[in-house]
């Protein structure tokens, strides 16, 4: 590293941007190794309040124009644009990369799996052939007498109607509640294939196309319904079919999974493919030799962000962070090589990667970084990349000069709740459904559900915003379900064990604890969301609690978001009827027409809405609320209080 850099003065103290010890610790280092990492940029580069209100429009070369975001409707661009197009058109935007961003990742899990039916590829199997029945059941294929390839391959071909459908309704729709899909249609919002719909988005957004905020909206909500109920949806349904359907795992979280002593590496990105094949690598008996006779006591492959989420729910692979931690992990000394493929990778990471020198490999083609070494992974032949990945970590192990610390901390928790584990958990063997769920919620042990979802984002203390909230819900008896980094975040503050359920409210407490079950449940990665809708719509048809998911009692947010994909997910939640709470900063101006429609007209035209806080009690206060209002709808906002009458009567008759 840079001599004349060392010693270097962090523009923060690294207590006052985490809340995670370890990458604290790591922070503290950076500052003796004069390293800087997203959170130096982030307290240095102060955000454009322009652009942070969404009052810029840069569409065409006769701005950019920027408005006021005081007096929003003061002035308006050189075409006319008002701030409700300008703000209307950069949200669309954001949902249609977001969008592409899933659909574009499922869409190649679509590919892999074409080549493993096919028999092209020959390193991956169907491993959920359960799963494979059900999906293609799902969709209306007759299964019956038919072979797992022949149902695959006609999968295949239905499934891929989700990104290019030019007319009609995608395939998933089939799952989508009666009355939730009758609001879509009504607002001609069902969506086609995600390809026409990304293609329209980002047509209407052009200088001079749709300049009318309601109806830029209302593309915006089928565009995103392509991506909840379409791109990620597939890739969840393709990643089960092929690596197996998550079921309850016990899991270890935070840098402490790191070890001094052995090879280390790390994955991180968001395709389980890499990941997969990796595992196959450091099991190979020549590179644990190989190791070996480097000195190390063996290789310790380690999953960071949501393609780490997803093995930790697959195969309970240690987990070093989340999205704020991955340029502090490698400030341990301790990686000897940091394996990505696509999403949520900081260019940033390349300077750290240097040095520490530790190979930064990128292996995707659409994703290289200048900087990283390129190292193409190919499925057909997949061992031949993860092979030479090894091969480098052994030798950035054996060459290792500069001290090596790791932090101690490592956290215990139990992750890998799929919506068809829920039902199993829940109602048994023999009763497998929702319906326990449904009752629970019903009689009041449960208050009910959010999905606390999302990144993390150095321009708010990492994971307080995600685990202030979560505690405030369980204790509230809201059971919380959870993805991506925000579930990272609670397995280190070591609330996903079934002990944890003592920090839940009685009723809560009640269920956790005759199930053995968590009151925060890891799901997965953030195309995995797609298991919360399902589990919505399981709720609505198991019955009892409305008929349609935005009768549900159920709230989502993303404390902590920063990349466009989540604005796709909050906006397909939005959609699918449901309350979704944003916090750190909303890329719209209060007052104006679009904030209305987004944050209340959608409600009333049978969607759910948006809503936004950075403060993670007032958010809780927001879902609670929510949850509760939705209670009263139902009739069963009583339910509750007799539950807790019933509890204190026989307390009374007890003592009596
Ligand atoms: Ni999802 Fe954000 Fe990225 Fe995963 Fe983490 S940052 S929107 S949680 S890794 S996609």
């Known amino acids: 590293m840079d001599k004349e850099k060392k010693e270097k003065k962090a523009p923060f103290q690294p207590k006052d941007v985490t809340t995670c010890e370890a990458t604290a610790q790591m922070l503290e280092k950076a500052a003796r190794d004069g390293v800087t990492t997203a959170f130096h940029r982030a307290a240095t580069m102060k955000a454009c309040p322009i652009g942070k209100d969404s009052a810029c429009c840069k569409h065409c070369g006769m701005g950019p124009c920027r408005l006021n975001s005081k007096d929003p409707y003061g002035k308006v661009g050189v075409c006319g644009a008002t701030i409700d197009t300008i703000m209307a058109r950069n949200f669309a935007r954001m949902v249609a990369t977001g969008t592409a961003c899933h659909s574009d990742h499922g869409m190649s899990m679509l590919d892999l799996?074409?080549?493993?039916?096919?028999?092209?590829?020959?390193?991956?199997?169907?491993?959920?052939?359960?799963?494979?029945?059900?999906?293609?059941?799902?969709?209306?294929?007759?299964?019956?007498?038919?072979?797992?390839?022949?149902?695959a391959l006609e999968l295949c071909d239905v499934l891929e109607r989700t990104y290019t459908q030019v007319e009609g309704e995608i395939p998933f729709v089939s799952r989508v509640p009666e009355k939730t899909l009758e609001t879509w249609r009504k607002h001609g919002v069902v969506p086609r294939g995600a390809m026409r719909e990304i293609m329209e988005m980002l047509a209407r957004t052009h200088i001079g196309m749709d300049q009318e905020y309601n109806n830029i909206v209302q593309q915006c909500s089928r565009t995103a319904l392509s991506d909840g109920w379409g791109g990620s949806m597939v890739a969840t349904e393709i990643g089960d079919i092929l690596f197996g359907t998550p079921s309850p795992i016990s899991i270890e979280v935070n840098m402490g999974v790191l070890k001094e002593d052995h090879v280390n590496i790390?994955?991180?990105?968001?395709?389980?493919?890499?990941?997969?094949?990796?595992?196959?690598?450091?099991?190979?008996?020549?590179?644990?030799e190989a190791a070996k006779k480097a000195g190390a006591k063996g290789i310790n492959?380690?999953?960071?962000?949501?393609?780490?989420?997803?093995?930790?729910?697959?195969?309970?692979?240690?987990?070093?962070?989340?999205?704020?931690?991955?340029?502090?992990?490698?400030?341990?000394?301790?990686?000897?090589?940091?394996?990505?493929?696509?999403?949520?990778?900081?260019?940033?990471?390349?300077?750290?990667?240097?040095?520490?020198?530790?190979?930064?490999?990128?292996?995707?083609?659409?994703?290289?970084?200048?900087?990283?070494?390129?190292?193409?992974?190919?499925?057909?032949?997949?061992?031949?990349?993860?092979?030479?990945?090894?091969?480098k970590a052994i030798s950035r192990f054996?060459?290792?000069?500069?001290?090596?610390?790791?932090?101690?901390?490592?956290?215990?928790?139990?992750h890998g709740f799929s919506h068809e584990y829920i039902q199993?958990?829940?109602?048994?063997?023999?009763?497998?459904?929702?319906?326990?769920?449904?009752?629970?919620?019903?009689?009041?042990?449960?208050?009910?559900?959010?999905?606390?979802?999302g990144c993390t984002n150095p321009r708010v203390k990492q994971d307080f915003v995600h685990v202030e909230l979560v505690k405030e819900l369980i204790k509230n008896d809201?059971?919380?379900?959870?993805?991506?980094?925000?579930?990272i975040a609670l397995a280190k503050a070591g609330l996903t064990t079934p002990e944890s359920a003592v920090l839940a409210g009685p009723g809560l407490r009640e269920v956790c604890e005759t199930v053995g079950m968590p009151p925060v449940l890891g799901i997965g990665s953030c195309v995995d969301n797609s298991r919360i809708l399902m589990a919505c719509a399981e709720m609505v048809k198991t019955g009892g609690l409305g008929d349609s998911i935005a009768d549900l009692p159920v709230a989502g947010a993303a404390p902590e978001w920063m990349s466009e994909k989540a604005i796709a997910i909050g906006h397909y939640f939005v959609a699918s009827g449901v309350f979704t709470v944003f916090g750190v900063t909303f890329p719209i101006i209060e007052g104006t027409k679009f904030h209305q429609l987004l944050f209340e007209g959608l409600e009333a035209q049978g969607f759910g809405k948006w809503g936004f806080s950075a403060d993670p009690h007032e958010m809780a206060k927001m879902m609670i609320a929510h949850i509760d209002k939705k209670r009263k709808a139902l009739g069963i906002d009583k339910a509750r209080e007799r539950i807790l009458m019933d509890m204190a009567d026989r307390q009374k008759l007890e003592v009596a």
């Not at 990941?275 to 690598?281: A, I, T």
Request: one cysteine or more; a negative charge; proline letters at 4%.
């Open 113 to 151: 799996f074409r080549g493993v039916v096919k028999g092209e590829i020959k390193d991956y199997t169907l491993k959920d052939t359960l799963k494979l029945e059900a999906v293609a059941e799902s969709v209306g294929i007759d299964i019956e007498g038919k072979t797992h390839q022949e149902m």
């Open 266 to 288: 790390i994955i991180h990105g968001h395709e389980p493919n890499l990941f997969e094949s990796m595992c196959e690598s450091v099991n190979e008996p020549t590179l644990v």
């Open 301 to 391: 492959l380690v999953g960071m962000c949501c393609s780490g989420a997803e093995m930790l729910v697959r195969h309970g692979i240690p987990h070093a962070g989340n999205f704020s931690s991955t340029e502090e992990v490698l400030i341990t000394g301790a990686v000897d090589a940091m394996a990505v493929d696509i999403q949520c990778i900081k260019q940033g990471l390349v300077s750290v990667a240097a040095c520490y020198q530790t190979p930064l490999i990128t292996t995707d083609r659409r994703c290289h970084i200048e900087g990283a070494v390129h190292v193409h992974f190919d499925e057909r032949n997949p061992k031949e990349c993860t092979d030479e990945i090894v091969i």
């Open 398 to 414: 054996q060459n290792r000069k500069l001290p090596v610390e790791i932090p101690q901390q490592r956290n215990i928790g139990v």
């Open 424 to 453: 199993y958990m829940l109602g048994g063997t023999f009763r497998s459904s929702y319906t326990p769920l449904n009752d629970n919620i019903i009689n009041g042990r449960i208050r009910g559900v959010a999905g606390v979802v």
């Open 478 to 487: 809201v059971l919380v379900v959870q993805t991506g980094c925000s579930q």
